[in-house]
Each structure stands twice: as structure tokens, then as C-alpha cells.
């Protein structure tokens, strides 16, 4: 490939990148808050409306049932007492108009029985209206006394309580002006309970009398309320509870996605930066060695003026092959096989490397004792993390200064170690853009060596960071694992 196909295809993914980048990116975040707030308050509430429902429809029913189970027994308990069992019901003794029809009931014995049954219905707590139906859906008789006579011809739950035989009940929250039965004397304040309680013959299969009660009990109210009003904070709490949850995944689920996305565009970058990288090496190297060569050679025959303008040539290709060697080291791919390294020996070599040029620098270093302390890594590329450190620290001190190499924090699991030089330093922009690739203040510098310091610890499994301020100074923080044990 040549240089000139390399830049077509860089140039090609770059056009195709800025063309991504004005389609505004998917906010997984964003989405979430809106969709799943949507969704679990919809839920909630409907959650809450339906438990809301059982919580009255069951509270009304019980009410309902215990009335007419009470209804029932005070009806047979007054036919006892009496002494008219297994002749007549309650029911069949209610109807005024069939007293004449029973000559086996004493006269005397059914009405103590019908009186004491209507008292008791009368003095039902928190009875509304209550009213007695015949079987020709007449009044017989009634709290309000304006109701009795009356014929009820058009009550479906009446009906439907005749018919079939059963107990009906239904709840209402304000007044049917249409029902001609619901006249009640004191009208209800709130909720009340219509209730329809058969009563039956001997046989136990003809409904003989039906009786229609209104109430209005405030205790049950109450509780139904409280217990709503709790029904509907523990939905609340929940519904809350759900969605910080899942909202803390989805947060840490960005988080994750967007640091894979960042290497993602990262390798990416690598990898066409290789490719290029690999077409200019192979196209410079072979001039490069040419001009060199040629150069020497020219050398050997020139004792002249030409002499010092031949050596200008031969120092500037010698830094462009530098410049070529480091640009293919930066990009070159790295293993992941690490294995514990001895940390102090690593970095007592990079700075016998750099005795020379510290030395000249007039740098001082202070090095902490590090005890043969071992940290997972690879020897090579760990002396090439101290090589690039320490040269952009004798870089920021050109006038002198001290190297300080200390451990900030050592456990089990890992080793934090800082070098710090007393030099320029760095603005905030600055240490910004000091892991980005090719970028760099030096002059005739690639830009590469803290971009290959990033990949060399993240690969080990470990970390880098800067501190520094203009004028006092820069840090860098290398973590490390440690071997496990």
C-alpha cells in the first residue's frame, strides 16, 4: 500500500466519522429517564388503581356479608322466639297484607315477631334507609314511612337479588335522584352501602321477602381510607425504589459503554494510524538509508565548507528514522501476557540509562526504597513507561531541578508510585490533551510517549495519571496490580 492509498482510505474514514458526528449520539440515559419514568408511573398506577378497587370492593362485600349474615339470624332467632318454628318464616310473616292467610300463626305471636325484627333492623348502626320488599317489589315497610305502599318497578338490583336468589350489594358516592327508593332522611355524607338480604320459605327456594339496607359506616371509611392512602405510598416508594435501581444500572451501564466506545474509536484509530504509519516507514526508510549513506560517503571526500552542511544532513535523517522508529513502536500492537516484575530493578535501569543526561541536566533524584517490591507488568515495555516519564521530566526542568520517586500507597492488591519533577508544569488544558495522540509541546517531538505509557499500564491492568500546576510542577501516578498470592 502507499502512502497515497493510505491517506485515501484515512481520509475516507475520517469523512465517514464526521458525517457519524453530526447525527446527534444515542443518550442511553436520557431515554431511560424518560421512557422507563413513562412506563414504571404508568404501571404504578395502574397497579395502584387496581389494588385501590380490591381494597374497597373487598372492605364493602365483607360489610355487606357480615349485614346479612346478622339480617338472616336475628331472622330466625325472633321466629323462635316465638314459638313458631318449622311452621313460618320471617319472610312470610313481614306482609301485612297476608296476615289472614297464616291462621296457623297466632295473631298476637306474629306480630311480636315482626316487631322485634323490624326494631332491630331499625337500630342497625349506621343505617341510612332500610326498606322491605315483597315478592311484587311493594314496600311493606320502610324507615322512611313515605316509602311504604310504594312499588319499586325499576331497580336492576332488586331484580337481580329476586331472581337469582342472592346477595346484592353496590356502593354509590352520591345520590341516584332517578332511584325512587333512595329517600333517605338524612342524606349520607360520603360513601354509603346499598345492601339486598333474601329471606326465605321453610323450603328454603322462594324468596318470600327481600330486605334493602343503606349505610353508611364511617369506621370502615375511615379504613378504607388510611388503608388506601398506605396502598398508595408503598406504590409510591416502590415505583421510586424500581426506577433509582434500574436507574443506577443504566447509569453504570452508560458509564461502561461508553469507556468500551472510547476504545472502541480508540483501536480504531490505532489501526489506521498503523496502516499509515507501516506505508510512510516503508516508504522513508529506503531514501532515508540512501541519503545517509550517500552523505557518509561525501564525508569522506569533503574536508570543506560542505563539511558542516553534510553533518546537518546526516543528524536530520538520523532523527527522522528516530521519528519513524518510535511512530511504529507507539502503534505496535501489545501483548497482554504480564507477569510479576521486579519494579525497583526497572526503574534503576531507566535511570542508569539516563545517568548522562540527568547529569548534564543538573537534576537531582530522590529515589524511595522500593524493598524488591514485584508488580504484574512486562520488563521492556515497564522501562519504556520510565524512559518516557523521566525524559518529559529532565524536558520540563531544563535549568535543574530534582526527580522525586516515592510509593504512595501500597496494599495487597495494588501499588500507587509517583515520580514528580519540580519543573514548568502544566496548564489544565494541557494535561487534558497530554494522553492524545500526537499531541506535544516539544520541539520536533512525535507526541507518542505518554499515549504509549496509557496503553502499556491499561494493558497490564493498571492506570496513569498527571497533577500539575504551572510554575510548581508535574506528577505522574502509576498504578499498579500486585501478583496474587
Same mark, same amino acid.
Request: proline share 4%; aromatic share 6%; with cysteine.
Given at each position: 500500500?502507499?502512502?497515497?492509498?493510505?491517506?485515501?482510505?484515512?481520509?475516507? /474514514?475520517?469523512?465517514?466519522?464526521?458525517?457519524?458526528?453530526?447525527?446527534?449520539?444515542?443518550?442511553?440515559?436520557?431515554?431511560?429517564?424518560?421512557?422507563?419514568?413513562?412506563?414504571?408511573?404508568?404501571?404504578?398506577?395502574?397497579?395502584? =388503581?387496581?389494588?385501590?378497587?380490591?381494597?374497597?370492593?373487598?372492605? &364493602?362485600?365483607?360489610?355487606?356479608?357480615?349485614?346479612?349474615?346478622?339480617?338472616?339470624?336475628?331472622?330466625?332467632?325472633?321466629?323462635?322466639?316465638?314459638?313458631? !318454628?318449622?311452621?313460618?318464616?320471617?319472610?312470610?310473616?313481614?306482609?301485612?297484607?297476608?296476615?289472614?292467610?297464616?291462621?296457623?300463626?297466632?295473631?298476637?305471636? %306474629? +306480630?311480636?315477631?315482626?316487631?322485634?325484627?323490624?326494631? /332491630?333492623?331499625?337500630?342497625?348502626?349506621?343505617?341510612?334507609?332500610?326498606?322491605?320488599?315483597?315478592?311484587? %317489589?311493594?314496600?311493606?315497610?320502610?324507615?322512611?314511612?313515605?316509602?311504604?305502599?310504594?312499588?319499586?318497578?325499576?331497580?336492576?338490583?332488586?331484580? /337481580?337479588?329476586?331472581?337469582?336468589?342472592?346477595?346484592?350489594?353496590?356502593?354509590?358516592?352520591?345520590?341516584?335522584?332517578?332511584?325512587?327508593?333512595?329517600?333517605?332522611?338524612?342524606?349520607?355524607?360520603?360513601?354509603?352501602?346499598?345492601?339486598?338480604?333474601?329471606?326465605?320459605?321453610?323450603?328454603?327456594?322462594?324468596?318470600?321477602?327481600?330486605?334493602?339496607?343503606?349505610?353508611?359506616?364511617?369506621?370502615?371509611?375511615?379504613?378504607?381510607?388510611?388503608?388506601?392512602?398506605?396502598?398508595?405510598?408503598?406504590?409510591?416508594?416502590?415505583?421510586?425504589? &424500581?426506577?433509582?435501581?434500574?436507574?443506577?444500572?443504566?447509569? +453504570?451501564?452508560?458509564?461502561?459503554?461508553?469507556?468500551?466506545?472510547?476504545?472502541?474509536?480508540?483501536?480504531?484509530?490505532?489501526?489506521?494510524?498503523?496502516?499509515?504509519?507501516?506505508?510512510?516507514?516503508?516508504?522513508?526508510?529506503?531514501? =532515508?538509508?540512501?541519503?545517509?549513506?550517500?552523505?557518509?560517503?561525501?564525508?569522506?571526500?569533503?574536508?570543506?565548507?560542505?563539511?558542516?552542511?553534510?553533518?546537518?544532513?546526516? @543528524?536530520?535523517?538520523?532523527?527522522?528514522?528516530?521519528?519513524?522508529?518510535?511512530?511504529?513502536?507507539?502503534? %505496535? !500492537?501489545?501483548?497482554?501476557?504480564?507477569?510479576?516484575?521486579?519494579?525497583?530493578?526497572?526503574?534503576?535501569?531507566?535511570?542508569?540509562?539516563?545517568?548522562?543526561?540527568? @547529569?548534564?541536566?543538573?537534576?537531582?533524584?530522590?529515589?524511595?526504597?522500593?524493598?524488591?517490591? %514485584?508488580?504484574?507488568?512486562?520488563?521492556?515495555?515497564?522501562?519504556?513507561?520510565?524512559?518516557? =516519564?523521566?525524559?518529559?521530566?529532565?524536558?520540563?526542568?531544563?535549568?535543574?531541578?530534582?526527580? +522525586?520517586?516515592?510509593?504512595?500507597?501500597?496494599?495487597?492488591?495494588?501499588?500507587?508510585?509517583?515520580?514528580?519533577?519540580?519543573?514548568?508544569?502544566?496548564?489544565?488544558?494541557?494535561?487534558?490533551?497530554?494522553?492524545?495522540?500526537?499531541?506535544?509541546?516539544?520541539?520536533?517531538?512525535?507526541?507518542?510517549?505518554?499515549?504509549?505509557?496509557?496503553?502499556?499500564?491499561?494493558?497490564?491492568?493498571?492506570?496513569?495519571?498527571?497533577?500539575?500546576?504551572?510554575?510548581?510542577?508535574?506528577?505522574?501516578?502509576?498504578?499498579?496490580?500486585?501478583? !496474587?498470592?
Amino acid at each position: 500500500m502507499t502512502i497515497e492509498q493510505t491517506l485515501d482510505t484515512t481520509s475516507l /474514514h475520517a469523512a465517514d466519522t464526521a458525517g457519524a458526528s453530526e447525527r446527534p449520539p444515542f443518550n442511553l440515559l436520557r431515554w431511560y429517564a424518560v421512557v422507563s419514568l413513562a412506563v414504571i408511573v404508568s404501571v404504578a398506577v395502574g397497579l395502584g =388503581l387496581i389494588s385501590s378497587r380490591f381494597v374497597i370492593n373487598e372492605s &364493602v362485600e365483607r360489610d355487606a356479608l357480615l349485614t346479612a349474615q346478622f339480617i338472616q339470624s336475628i331472622a330466625s332467632a325472633e321466629v323462635r322466639h316465638v314459638s313458631i !318454628p318449622n311452621i313460618r318464616t320471617m319472610g312470610e310473616l313481614l306482609d301485612p297484607r297476608l296476615d289472614e292467610a297464616f291462621p296457623e300463626v297466632a295473631p298476637a305471636a %306474629r +306480630r311480636t315477631a315482626r316487631w322485634e325484627f323490624l326494631d /332491630h333492623i331499625a337500630h342497625l348502626p349506621d343505617v341510612l334507609l332500610a326498606n322491605i320488599y315483597a315478592p311484587d %317489589r311493594t314496600v311493606i315497610w320502610s324507615t322512611n314511612s313515605a316509602l311504604i305502599g310504594k312499588l319499586i318497578d325499576s331497580d336492576e338490583d332488586l331484580d /337481580h337479588a329476586f331472581d337469582y336468589k342472592v346477595r346484592v350489594s353496590a356502593s354509590y358516592h352520591t345520590l341516584d335522584d332517578a332511584r325512587s327508593e333512595q329517600k333517605f332522611i338524612v342524606p349520607p355524607q360520603n360513601l354509603f352501602i346499598e345492601n339486598y338480604i333474601p329471606l326465605f320459605d321453610n323450603s328454603g327456594e322462594q324468596v318470600t321477602a327481600m330486605v334493602e339496607i343503606y349505610k353508611e359506616p364511617r369506621d370502615l371509611i375511615e379504613r378504607i381510607e388510611q388503608g388506601l392512602l398506605l396502598l398508595w405510598l408503598g406504590t409510591a416508594l416502590g415505583a421510586g425504589a &424500581v426506577y433509582v435501581s434500574l436507574y443506577l444500572i443504566i447509569y +453504570r451501564a452508560a458509564k461502561v459503554l461508553a469507556t468500551q466506545q472510547k476504545q472502541l474509536i480508540g483501536n480504531e484509530t490505532v489501526v489506521a494510524l498503523g496502516e499509515m504509519s507501516s506505508a510512510v516507514a516503508h516508504s522513508l526508510r529506503n531514501p =532515508l538509508a540512501s541519503i545517509r549513506s550517500s552523505a557518509e560517503l561525501a564525508q569522506e571526500f569533503d574536508d570543506g565548507a560542505a563539511h558542516q552542511q553534510i553533518d546537518a544532513i546526516i @543528524s536530520q535523517v538520523d532523527r527522522m528514522s528516530q521519528w519513524v522508529r518510535e511512530l511504529l513502536q507507539s502503534l %505496535r !500492537p501489545l501483548t497482554d501476557e504480564v507477569e510479576p516484575v521486579d519494579l525497583e530493578r526497572a526503574l534503576r535501569d531507566s535511570l542508569r540509562a539516563y545517568d548522562g543526561a540527568i @547529569s548534564e541536566a543538573r537534576v537531582s533524584v530522590k529515589l524511595a526504597e522500593l524493598g524488591g517490591v %514485584r508488580v504484574m507488568g512486562q520488563a521492556g515495555t515497564l522501562v519504556q513507561v520510565f524512559n518516557s =516519564l523521566i525524559a518529559n521530566a529532565l524536558e520540563a526542568m531544563p535549568d535543574g531541578g530534582e526527580l +522525586r520517586v516515592e510509593v504512595l500507597r501500597q496494599t495487597a492488591k495494588s501499588l500507587s508510585l509517583r515520580l514528580c519533577d519540580n519543573g514548568k508544569g502544566m496548564s489544565g488544558k494541557l494535561q487534558g490533551m497530554a494522553f492524545k495522540p500526537f499531541f506535544t509541546t516539544k520541539q520536533g517531538g512525535l507526541g507518542v510517549g505518554l499515549v504509549l505509557v496509557k496503553r502499556i499500564m491499561e494493558r497490564s491492568g493498571g492506570s496513569v495519571r498527571l497533577h500539575s500546576r504551572e510554575g510548581e510542577g508535574t506528577c505522574a501516578v502509576l498504578n499498579f496490580r500486585m501478583p !496474587p498470592r
